[in-house]
């Protein structure tokens, strides 16, 4: 008797957890799908990419860092490495684009904003450089906390596509 009674506990509660989770991982209740922000939030956050580009395309890094956040915690992690400071970034920046040449065109396509919350939004897109003799490219990964009323990147995630 007892062995029937564990058996059928396990077979309802197995259920029971199997229907609140499904194949997929957990269901979501309506709340959770609540999109956060506006248009405005998304309308700012790509604003500060085309202002990101734009100084990228007149060879200035220095004004090209102002929509990172100017912490020691600024986390940037790419090809394989991690880096984490606004000084540490901007000095990586400025070894690997030495001059406008390297640094070539930027442009930045695909944007995806995921407003996470009414300070934090995911942006997901591509990147490629046109340089005179390549064009490098990859996608991005972008951590945004809105801070003093202004999206600042707080991660970034970026990769390269093999050639």
Known sequence: MRTIF??????????????????????????????????????QIKETLQNQARSWNTGDIDAFMQDYW???????????????????TKARYKSRYPDKA??????????NVELLSKTDALVFGRWRLTRENDSPNGLFTLHFKQMDGEWKIVSDHTSSATP
């Open 6 to 43: 564990i058996a059928l506990f396990a077979l309802l509660f197995g259920g029971a957890v199997g229907y609140q989770f499904g194949s997929t991982g957990p269901k979501l209740d309506a709340e959770q799908h609540t999109t956060y922000g506006n248009d405005i939030d998304r309308s």
């Open 70 to 88: 100017r912490s020691d915690a600024l986390r940037f992690a790419s090809g394989g490495d991690i880096n984490t400071g606004w000084d540490v």
């Open 102 to 111: 390297t640094m070539g065109e930027l442009a930045f396509t695909d944007l």
